[in-house]
Nanobody, 115 residues
Framework: QVQLVESGGGLVQPGGSLRLSCAAS????????MGWYRQAPGKQRELVAA???????NYADSVKGRFTISRDNAKNTVYLYMNNLKPEDTAVYYC?????????WGQGTQVTVSS
């Protein structure tokens, strides 16, 4: 069993910054990739950013240049640095881990961008 524990969400003003963290624990073997998805009210869950075990990254067009994903393989932890946040970034952010043919999700952390 794999557990994903997220932290770092909260309320921030437009133009502000936040850092999300996701620590994976449990029976983890051969992690393929970790990443972040988000889901706003009334919308489908969408990919925000992902990083493979080799360090390749992928970003949604809407966050390119503002968000940065990084990973500490030794700690099985992935980070999402979010800068220049906009109201449209408001959503529940979910950590995602893919290992072999399995996918795991965190419980989600709320990010609200509002003045």
């Amino acid at each position: 069993q794999v557990q994903l524990v997220e932290s770092g969400g909260g309320l921030v003003q437009p133009g502000g910054s936040l850092r999300l963290s996701c620590a994976a624990s449990g029976s983890i073997f051969s992690i393929n990739a970790m990443g972040w998805y988000r889901q706003a009210p009334g919308k489908q869950r969408e990919l925000v950013a992902a990083i493979t075990s080799g360090g390749s990254t992928n970003y949604a067009d809407s966050v390119k240049g503002r968000f940065t994903i990084s990973r500490d393989n030794a700690k099985n932890t992935v980070y999402l640095y979010m800068n220049n946040l906009k109201p449209e970034d408001t959503a529940v952010y979910y950590c995602n881990l893919r290992a072999a043919s399995l996918t795991y999700w965190g419980q989600g952390t709320q990010v609200t961008v509002s003045s």
